[in-house]
């Protein structure tokens, strides 16, 4: 294990559901990432949290909307997702935030939007 | 042109064989160079960390940077089926920069 636990591990819903993805850490790390993994393309990174203040916010969709209420928990809520939303999420951390920091990931949240 | 270029494969050898994976990079100020790996149905985990040019060597695993060229490789000897996997290159240049991922190159190691 990673130390890093992400809940569920897949998750099905329609596009006029809300649901929430969960994350939490136990390596005493500072920054937490969101992630999403689709097929055939690269990583690519939504929101960033350092010290439970959002520092970075790549231009995702208002549909997803992050909560990082300690620096051990993160949350994705997700509302009216489209099918293109279907993808692997993925939670890391770092132990700070920059410098080339090594992330520690999560399984992963299967998401299949129908 | 993508920061972060890498051949997703597949790639398929058999038990024992020398694999080389490789990416190339566009941005020169990238500093810091990792290599995760990602088995089905799990998250990466970070395999090899360089900073700036050279080789790591980390039991069957060496990692290599050459910044004239903006290569970056990774070498497995003795493959195992066991390292049967999704390998995924990244760069960064530190800083409050983000890290940036190649597409992954699937790896399947035949018994």
């Known amino acids: 294990e990673t130390g890093v636990t992400q809940t569920p591990r897949h998750l099905v819903m329609g596009m006029t559901n809300k649901k929430s993805l969960k994350c939490e850490q136990h390596?005493?790390?500072?920054?937490m990432y969101w992630y999403k993994q689709s097929a055939k393309k690269p990583l690519e990174l939504m929101f960033v949290y350092s010290l439970e203040e959002r520092v970075e916010n790549n231009s995702v969709p208002s549909r997803f909307s992050p909560e990082c209420p300690n620096s051990s928990h993160l949350f994705l809520h997700l509302h009216t997702l489209q099918p293109e939303d279907s993808a692997l999420y993925l939670c890391a951390s770092s132990q700070v935030l920059g410098r080339g920091e090594k992330l520690f990931f999560g399984s992963g949240t299967q998401l299949s939007v129908l | 042109q993508k920061e972060v270029e890498q051949d997703p494969g597949p790639l398929s050898v058999p038990e024992g064989a020398i694999v080389s994976l490789n990416c190339t990079y566009s941005n020169s100020a990238f500093q810091y160079f990792m290599w995760y790996r990602q088995y089905s149905r799990k998250g990466p985990e970070l395999l090899m960390y360089t900073y700036s040019s050279g080789n790591k060597e980390d039991g069957r695993f060496t990692a290599q940077v050459d910044k004239s060229s903006k290569y970056i490789s990774l070498f497995i000897r003795d493959s195992q089926p066991s390292d049967s996997a999704t390998y995924l290159c990244?760069?960064?240049?530190?800083?409050?920069?983000?890290?940036?991922f190649g597409k992954g190159t699937k790896l399947t190691v035949n018994p």
């Open positions: 990244a760069s960064t240049q530190g800083g409050s920069e983000k890290l940036v």
């Open positions: 390596l005493g790390h500072n920054a």
